[in-house]
T-cell receptor, first 113, second 114 residues
Framework: KNQVEQSPQSLIILEGKNCTLQCNYTVSPFSNLRWYKQDTGRGPVSLTIMTFSENTKSNGRYTATLDADTKQSSLHITASQLSDSASYICVVSASGATNKLIFGTGTLLAVQP | DTGVSQDPRHKITKRGQNVTFRCDPISEHNRLYWYRQTLGQGPEFLTYFQNEAQLEKSRLLSDRFSAERPKGSFSTLEIQRTEQGDSAMYLC????????????FGPGTRLTVL
């Protein structure tokens, strides 16, 4: 069964600190992996997208990594800001079915001053 | 173009009533998707269109749910005889098969069934 699991479920950090969110997936055959940021009450916004051959992708203070062998991805947030408080969702799509995305349940991040 | 828009943003209805939501995708996007998201969960796929054709429907989409995209532009999602279990955020997304096929999401419609 295609699944995406994320950890931790929730995380509280102080402003300015770094954090790393984890994603494990069992989607096969793998096409690409995306990280989305979802603010409360809003739709998800794409942060990064990585294909099988990409190991790392950065978007400002966000850096995503992908290990296709172990089927793991991480999202590292550097120098966190209050506006980073949101749910971060790992999303995987399978080859031949890129129209349908498999979503993780998300990590709820709270950045405190 | 300011992105995907959805209307209304919030809807409160009584059990048994019908509701209809609208989604306007990014204008050049040929694919349009509907998802449902409950609190603390990731979005769940409901259905998607390529142009005006509805190509896939999830088993989550019971016969009380119907979606249309008559001219290949905006789409509507109707829920008939609403139940309390239908309370959720309904998200619309669009993408273009010409580019990376990244899905861009709208702000969602929050449905509360009393």
């Amino acid at each position: 069964k295609n699944q995406v699991e994320q950890s931790p479920q929730s995380l509280i950090i102080l402003e300015g600190k770094n954090c790393t969110l984890q994603c494990n997936y069992t989607v096969s055959p793998f096409s690409n992996l995306r990280w989305y940021k979802q603010d409360t009450g809003r739709g998800p916004v794409s942060l990064t997208i990585m294909t099988f051959s990409e190991n790392t992708k950065s978007n400002g203070r966000y850096t995503a990594t992908l290990d296709a062998d172990t089927k793991q991805s991480s999202l590292h947030i550097t120098a966190s800001q209050l506006s980073d408080s949101a749910s971060y969702i790992c999303v995987v799509s399978a080859s031949g079915a890129t129209n349908k995305l498999i979503f993780g349940t998300g990590t709820l991040l709270a950045v405190q001053p | 173009d300011t992105g995907v828009s959805q209307d209304p943003r919030h809807k409160i209805t009584k059990r048994g009533q019908n509701v209809t939501f609208r989604c306007d995708p990014i204008s050049e996007h040929n694919r349009l998707y509907w998802y449902r998201q409950t609190l603390g969960q990731g979005p769940e796929f409901l259905t998607y269109f390529q142009n005006e054709a509805q190509l896939e429907k999830s088993r989550l989409l019971s016969d009380r749910f119907s979606a249309e995209r008559p001219k290949g532009s905006f789409s509507t999602l109707e829920i008939q005889r609403t139940e309390q279990g239908d309370s959720a955020m309904y998200l619309c997304a669009s993408s273009s098969t010409v580019s990376t096929d990244t899905q861009y999401f709208g702000p969602g419609t929050r449905l509360t069934v009393l």
